[in-house]
């Protein structure tokens, strides 16, 4: 069930990534050009809130079985003078829960305003905020964290 759920938890960044994107273009797009706020508007930053709050749930499954997770809050002393461990136990989860923060309230708060432009505005600025914290607590090939793209 692990490496399963790691599978489909890494998989699903895509779509976390690629939705995020779209909305944040889609909201900057219509918040300048003072374009109707329409139901796919909405329905896209719902659907982006909800792969953001899946990830969540699975994120948090993998938190109590992962091996990694496991052997840091074992020791946490030592686990935060160690940069991977200290990732997986504090600063990856701590990250993601701001960034999916943010994006929840961004949609309901979107939801509540009065303009169209408004709606826009606080859609474009909580989910980009979102995506930036996001983005940066991936362990993307590249990072310090190096893991691969699948
Ligand atoms: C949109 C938010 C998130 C994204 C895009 C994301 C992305 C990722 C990625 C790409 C991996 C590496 C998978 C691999 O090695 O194949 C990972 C692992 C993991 N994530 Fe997340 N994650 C998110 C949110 C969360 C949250 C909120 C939690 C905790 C509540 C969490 C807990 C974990 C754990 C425990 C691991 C596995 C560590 C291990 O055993 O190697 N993630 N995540």
Do not use: C
């Not at 938190?63 to 003078?81: C, E, N, T, W």
């Not at 303009?115 to 310090?144: C, E, H, N, Q």
């Amino acid at each position: 069930m692990y490496i399963g759920l790691l599978h489909l938890h890494s998989t699903l960044r895509y779509v976390v990534v690629i939705l995020l994107i779209a909305v944040i273009i889609k909201a900057f797009l219509g918040w300048s050009g003072n374009k109707t706020f329409t139901e796919t508007d909405r329905k896209l930053g719902l659907f982006t809130m909800i792969s953001v709050h899946l990830q969540l749930v699975i994120g948090l499954i993998l938190y109590f079985i992962s091996p990694v997770v496991q052997s840091a809050l074992a020791d946490m002393g030592a686990a935060m003078k160690n940069t991977e461990l200290r990732f997986w136990a504090v600063e990856h989860i701590a990250t993601n829960i701001i960034g999916i923060i943010l994006i929840t309230i961004g949609y309901s708060t979107a939801k509540r305003a009065a303009t169209d432009k408004a709606k826009f505005m606080r859609t474009a600025l909580f989910y980009l905020i979102g995506f930036v914290l996001i983005m940066s607590a991936i362990p993307w090939p590249w990072s310090r964290v190096a893991r691969g793209w699948f």
